[in-house]
Nanobody, 127 residues
Framework: QVQLVESGGGLVQAGGSLRLSCAAS????????MAWFRQTPGKEREFVAA????????RYADSVKGRFTISRDNAKNTVYLRMNSLQPEDTAVYYC????????????????????WGQGTQVTVSS
């Protein structure tokens, strides 16, 4: 079991930037594919970005491509989401998650395939 704790959310003006962090417990963090999802009230949780267990590959939702960057530091058991050029439509609770399988070659892009979730961090972008 991997426990995840997100941080770094907050209130920012449109065009601004934030960096989210997700700290994981457990010695096996580096073997899991990681991802960020987000959710707004009344909507389903949606994929934002994913990173392979090695950090060598990434995937992004079309809505954030070119603005957001996912990265990981396996030595620190942490995954990051750098968010630039934020827009009001990026307002949501952001969650990090791990895959269920270790050393998977499949990117975690569907929330139903995640095994561990953090508690979420609120990001609010004002216009």
């Amino acid at each position: 079991q991997v426990q995840l704790v997100e941080s770094g959310g907050g209130l920012v003006q449109a065009g601004g930037s934030l960096r989210l962090s997700c700290a994981a417990s457990g010695r096996t963090f580096s073997s899991y594919t990681m991802a960020w999802f987000r959710q707004t009230p009344g909507k389903e949780r949606e994929f934002v970005a994913a990173i392979s267990w090695s950090g060598g590959g990434t995937r992004y939702a079309d809505s954030v491509k070119g603005r957001f960057t996912i990265s990981r530091d396996n030595a620190k058991n942490t995954v990051y989401l750098r968010m630039n050029s934020l827009q009001p439509e990026d307002t949501a609770v952001y969650y990090c998650a791990t895959s269920g399988a270790r050393y998977s070659s499949i990117y975690l892009t569907a929330p139903e395939n995640a095994e561990n979730w953090g508690q979420g961090t609120q990001v609010t972008v004002s216009s």
